[in-house]
């Protein structure tokens, strides 16, 4: 069977193309205003906007992981030889790997200030949180900013992040650095982990805090005199750390600090590990993030032409400034900005250096003699063959810690309330749905207010009961991948097969079918980098996600088409009573119709449509073999569109 379906722009009626994204727009401007509008008059107020910031950022990344007490364990230290001959400015450079968590590897560099050997008081450091470079420690870009900051005379630490350096292909033992890395191995890591509820920076900001305690256990290592720095990606866990380690005494985030609605406007996509969830409706933003370390020095490092937009950065700057006024320190909160794109560049590593060295109590640092070279890749491997799993295949591996988060269940009392709550808690219900019909009589075209600036739609099927039947009237739902979309190029004679007598409505929930978002490039709209997931992320930023919209659709049209007087003309008996089945062909919303069940039969009795029977053809996704499922390079995770973050781990 095939149906017509929609023309353009709900044949002509309204533009559904960018709905989505303007009600995700218009919900982060209301959380940032209301915000924004918090009083720092006084040193508890900010006090306590900080202590609210820091609760937080914790519960955006899922928390931490149980971090050990003791200093960090080495299992590897080397120095690199010395090169005759090369500018090093006196910078010697050492080889390490320490573990972050019992088993975890963190594969590092340090780089010693010249005449460190000879001090005889303890020195500042700083530890370096590298970006999204395939090399990360190994860099050339990152160790020549490394080498700048050790020759000001800071000790410097620089950690391969998970997906990234000698920790590519973490996730399955495997020593082929080509089959994906960072952005494509964080999205493979990071999506299983929001299933569970936590995040992908959790493990990476914990990698952060114990490279701080390594620092703080070396005796050469002034504990009073700890910093963080790095650009990009390294830029975001710099914030992060900066939330929640207070042993840093300083911190000089790097081409990142922009703010939310700016980037917002961008159309920019991030990896998983970028996103706090809930943070924007917590109040967190990148001003924010800044205000949380006052009076402690912080200075934003930037470029004029980057993605991570400059103004911004000018926002988050005034509006954190406000919190260190208020403190006592207005003078402790700078910006440097550097001409040129995305990148740490000369101009930033020097200013970084001053800032520390200035902070720190050391001298200005001299103009560098020469360029700083650095090592070749392969001599910044701390293994023969550059990958921490592959040389040490008994370390445990992010997909290890991925498995056993899967197998800890979420402590919830009462899991149909949970899901309730974040399938119809964030919802703006409008007054009235106003359903209109379009199309021919014999293929109906319906769509209607699903929320107060976003349409729900589908199509009638051709009458399934014979005229002047008295049989009660049932409500059948389709739910398909694209909706009407799919329908439109043929609908399985099973998925209407033996349907209950009654109208049969093949529908389409927000960003599918007729309501499909716009498309931002050539990239597909099923991909994990397309703008329907970039929307995706935005929400659950909003403490919301995509998929729990669509189950709220679902509900909302069984209540909306039960009392739709042109519908009862139709069918006389169908209302709020009436059975509403669920028929799936696709296991994606073969999930959302399991979720809508459980959440029309919590509702107190009354409150609206009952949805009594579910029909799968084609098997439903299992939230919780997502949890723990790391899909190969390559490929896509499963059911992103799908994802309420923690459900892999509730217990119905």
Request: charge should be negative; hydrophobic fraction near 40%; include cysteine.
């Amino acid at each position: 069977m095939r149906i017509k379906g929609f023309g353009p722009e709900l044949d002509g009626y309204a533009d559904p193309s960018v709905d989505l994204e303007r009600h995700v727009r218009r919900r982060t401007e209301a959380a940032v205003a209301a915000w924004s509008a918090e009083p720092w008059d006084t040193p508890d107020q900010v006090r306590a906007h900080q202590a609210r910031i820091r609760a937080a950022v914790l519960a955006g990344i899922g928390g931490l992981p149980e971090l050990p007490t003791e200093p960090p364990v080495v299992v590897h230290r080397e120095p690199v030889p010395a090169r005759p001959g090369e500018q090093t400015g006196g910078v010697e450079v050492e080889r390490i790997v320490f573990e972050s968590l019992p088993g975890v590897l963190v594969s590092a560099l340090l780089h010693r200030p010249p005449g460190h050997a000879t001090a005889t008081a303890p020195g500042p450091a700083v530890v370096f949180a590298c970006g999204h470079m395939r090399e990360a420690k190994g860099g050339a870009r990152y160790q020549i900013v490394c080498n700048t900051l050790a020759a000001a005379g800071l000790t410097v630490l620089a950690v391969d992040p998970h997906g990234q350096g000698e920790r590519i292909g973490s996730t399955d033992h495997d020593r082929d650095t080509s089959r994906g890395w960072g952005v494509e191995e964080h999205f493979r890591t990071g999506i299983p982990l929001w299933w569970q509820g936590r995040s992908l920076m959790s493990y990476m900001v914990a990698d952060l805090i114990r490279a701080v305690d390594l620092l703080d256990a070396m005796p050469e290592i002034d504990s009073e005199r700890i910093g963080v720095t790095g650009n990009s990606g390294g830029g975001t866990q710099t914030t992060i750390a900066m939330a929640l380690e207070p042993r840093l005494a300083a911190a000089a985030p790097g081409t990142y600090v922009t703010s939310r609605l700016a980037y917002q406007r961008t159309g920019q996509l991030q990896d998983p590990e970028q996103h706090l969830l809930g943070g924007t409706t917590a109040g967190v933003d990148h001003g924010d993030l800044l205000a949380v370390m006052a009076p402690r020095p912080v200075r934003v490092l930037a470029v004029s032409s980057d993605f991570f937009v400059i103004d911004g950065t000018r926002e988050s700057i005034t509006h954190a400034g406000r919190a260190f006024t208020t403190l006592g320190a207005p003078e402790a909160l700078s910006c440097t900005v550097a001409e040129g794109t995305h990148s740490y560049n000369d101009e930033l590593a020097a200013a970084s250096a001053a800032f520390f060295a200035d902070v720190f109590g050391l001298p200005a640092p001299a103009p560098a003699v020469g360029p700083h070279v650095p090592l070749p890749e392969e001599q910044a491997w701390t293994g023969p063959q550059g990958l921490l799993i592959a040389d040490r295949p008994e370390s445990v591996s992010i997909t290890d810690l991925i498995t056993r988060g899967a197998s800890e269940p979420l402590d919830v009392p009462d899991p149909v309330a949970w899901l309730t709550d974040r399938v119809l808690g964030p919802r703006e219900v409008p007054a009235h749905a106003d359903v209109r019909w379009i199309g021919d009589e014999a293929e109906p075209r319906l769509f209607w207010k699903s929320e107060t600036d976003l349409y729900a739609a589908g199509v009638l099927l051709p009458p399934l009961q014979a005229e002047g039947s008295t049989t009660e009237p049932v409500l059948t739902l389709v739910l398909l991948d694209d909706g009407t979309a799919t329908a439109a190029a043929g609908l399985d004679d099973d998925l209407v097969a033996g349907p209950a007598a009654g109208p049969c409505l093949v529908l389409d929930v927000r960003g599918t079918g007729a309501l499909a978002v716009r498309a931002r490039g050539n990239v597909e709209a099923g991909s994990v980098r397309s703008h329907l997931s970039k929307l995706s992320h935005d929400l659950l930023w909003l403490d919301d996600s995509l998929a729990a919209g669509r189950v709220y659709d679902i509900v909302r049209a069984a209540d909306v088409l039960t009392t739709d007087p042109a519908m009862v003309r139709r069918w006389p008996g169908l209302d709020t009573a009436a059975e509403v089945h669920l028929v799936t062909g696709a296991p994606v919303p073969g999930l959302y119709a399991e979720l809508a069940s459980r959440v029309s039969a919590g509702r107190p009795a009354g409150a609206g449509a009952r949805i009594t029977k579910v029909r799968h053809t084609a098997g439903v996704l299992d939230p919780v073999a997502a949890a723990r499922t790391v899909v190969a390079p390559g490929q896509t995770p499963d059911g992103w569109q799908a994802l309420i973050p923690g459900l892999g781990r509730v217990r119905f």
